[in-house]
């Protein structure tokens, strides 16, 4: 199976820290894709990329920069985190046309900014 | 812009029951459809997806969904729900090569 892994389920920061949030896949996926899913939100892409060192914004990249130096990895940082970025964080990669063949989500990162 | 747009926020259903839960999209040519599930506390979980043929996909779970062109449907139904299908489903629809459009989602509570 292929697996997505975000390395913190959990995470509690200061507003104006630096926060990194990883993203490992194991399956030789190009794409990798950072959303923030909220209540009655849904689900809303902050970043994605489709192969190392390249990355496109999705639809609210603001507070935010992104960072794959190797395929399998995919870094979301914020670059001074704020209460407004409190969130849960997750991770998904696919294959090349993944809007064909779906998604692998990541079990999520709930991030807390105080 | 394609899009998916799921009504109901939120259904409750006695375990046992059967389980509809509905999904609209707005999209020119035939989609890809699909369904995915979040457990509490998990990332999401794909159940089934719809390409093209039979217009009747099963998928995990015991779940199947139904695409329906002539309503701009693609519902998810469960003949009898387990207390362990409460979680937030969100449908999803292309929009462009590789990204997904996500709906709002709907929070099922099963009841005893």
């Known amino acids: 199976d292929v697996k997505v892994t975000q390395s913190s389920r959990y995470l509690v920061k200061r507003t104006g820290e630096k926060v990194f949030l990883e993203c490992v896949q194991d399956?030789?996926?190009?794409?990798m894709f950072w959303y923030r899913q909220d209540p009655g939100l849904g689900l809303r892409l902050i970043y994605f990329s489709y192969d190392v060192k390249m990355k496109e914004k999705g639809d609210i990249p603001e507070g935010y920069s992104v960072s794959r130096e190797k395929k399998e990895r995919f870094s979301l940082i914020l670059e001074s985190a704020s209460t407004n970025q409190t969130s849960m964080y997750l991770c998904?990669?696919?294959?090349?046309?993944?809007?064909?063949?779906?998604?692998?989500f990541g079990s999520g990162t709930r991030l807390t900014v105080v | 812009a394609q899009s998916v747009t799921q009504p109901d926020i939120h259904i409750t259903v006695s375990e046992g029951a059967s389980l509809e839960l509905r999904c609209n999209y707005s999209?020119?040519?035939?989609?890809?459809l699909f369904w995915y599930v979040q457990s509490p506390g998990q990332g999401l979980q794909l159940l089934l997806k719809y390409f093209s043929g039979d217009t009747l996909v099963q998928g995990i779970k015991g779940f199947e969904a139904e695409f329906k062109r002539s309503q701009s449907s693609f519902n998810l139904r469960k003949p009898s729900v387990h207390w362990s299908d409460a979680a937030e489903y969100f449908c999803?629809?292309?929009?462009?090569?590789?990204?997904?459009?996500f709906g709002t989602g709907t929070r099922l509570t099963v009841i005893p």
């Open positions: 999209y020119g040519a035939t989609p890809y």
């Open positions: 998904a990669s696919s294959l090349s046309m993944g809007a064909t063949y779906g998604y692998t």
């Open positions: 999803a629809v292309p929009t462009g090569a590789n990204n997904l459009f």
């Open positions: 399956m030789d996926h190009e794409n």
